[in-house]
């Protein structure tokens, strides 16, 4: 039975790549998969929420990686 409630997610601790900067210690927040904000540090996460730690990567919004190998990829 699916729920009607959001699923939040919390994505803290990764550079996040903006268009116009990269900015460090911000969390991206996610609702149903989708970007709804980015708050200043991690935070305490809810019942239906999960937060991930990702300490060293990159957050790059919108980046489609289109490389291929070869014709066929």
Do not use: K
């Amino acid at each position: 039975m699916a729920s009607s409630e959001s699923r939040r997610s919390f994505l803290s601790g990764a550079s996040l790549v903006l268009p116009d900067r990269v900015v460090s210690g911000q969390t991206l927040v996610l609702e149903d998969h989708r970007i709804v904000d980015f708050i200043s540090g991690p935070r305490e996460t809810g019942p239906r929420e999960v937060r991930v730690n990702l300490d060293g990567h990159f957050i790059v919004p919108g980046f489609i990686d289109i490389h291929v190998h070869g014709v066929t990829g």
